[in-house]
């Protein structure tokens, strides 16, 4: 069956250092790869969006790589602030069925100041 | 930028009563919607796909006739909860796809969520 990983235990990290987080998947074979910023009690906000030929995407601080080989996405947030702190998600899409997105379990970050 | 607003955010309610959750989008037409439930500190687990004009499809597992889907508009679903019961208890939220300023067709824009807690 699918399987999105993320690692479930919290990255504590000092304020700007760069936080870099791991999207695993098996048993699929995604179009797309997307990245969600959620804060306690709201909903997911889209980062990035990262398709199947594309290896690195960027935006400001946040780069995020795909390898399709290794079914690998790495998040990394460079030059971290104490406002970074939030728990991100990958999310992976066919692009077929209606942008139908399956989530990972989210791994949560903390900035410390 | 793409908007989807959802109301309400929180609801409390006895063990039986049916609650209805609304999502709009605000200032774009989204045909298709969606609806995501997430318990406390785990991920977003897809219920349903709400098309506008057509039947809710179920993602398998969800009782259709626990979780009633409506999309009347192209800017309007709604999920009502039905006889709820304490398990029900979970954050329910909404998304749609599309939408100007948002970042491209494939990209989700969320409400905010709703907390249901059944006593």
């Known amino acids: 069956s699918q399987k999105i990983e993320q690692n479930s235990e919290a990255l504590n990290i000092q304020e700007g250092k760069t936080a870099t987080l791991t999207c695993n998947y098996t048993?699929?074979?995604?179009?797309?790869l997307q990245w969600y910023r959620q804060d306690p009690g709201r909903g997911p906000v889209f980062l990035l969006l990262?398709?199947?030929?594309?290896k690195e995407k960027r935006k400001e601080r946040l780069k995020v790589t795909f390898d399709t080989t290794l079914k690998q996405s790495l998040f990394h947030i460079t030059a971290s602030q104490p406002a970074d702190s939030a728990t991100y998600l990958c999310?992976?899409?066919?692009?077929?069925?209606?942008?139908?997105?399956?989530f990972g379990g989210g791994t949560r970050v903390l900035v410390k100041p | 930028g793409a908007v989807v607003s959802q109301h309400p955010s929180w609801v409390i309610c006895k063990s039986g009563t049916s609650v209805k959750i609304e999502c709009r989008s605000l200032?774009?037409?989204?045909?298709?919607m969606f609806w995501y439930r997430q318990f406390p500190k785990q991920s977003l687990m897809l219920m349903a796909t709400?098309?506008?004009?057509?039947?809710?499809?179920?993602e398998q597992g969800v009782e259709k006739d626990k979780f009633l889907i409506n999309h009347a508009s192209l800017t309007l679903s709604t999920l009502t909860v039905t006889s709820a019961h304490p398990e029900d208890s979970s954050f329910y939220i909404c998304?749609?796809?599309?939408?100007?300023?948002?970042?491209?067709?494939?990209?989700?824009?969320f409400g905010a969520g709703s907390r249901l807690t059944v006593l």
């Open positions: 998304s749609a796809s599309g939408g100007r300023g948002s970042s491209g067709a494939n990209v989700l824009t």
């Open positions: 048993n699929y074979s995604p179009a797309y």
């Open positions: 990262i398709r199947e030929n594309e």
């Open positions: 999310a992976l899409g066919s692009g077929a069925a209606g942008n139908k997105l399956t």
């Open positions: 200032d774009f037409q989204a045909t298709t």
């Open positions: 709400s098309n506008e004009g057509s039947k809710a499809t179920y």
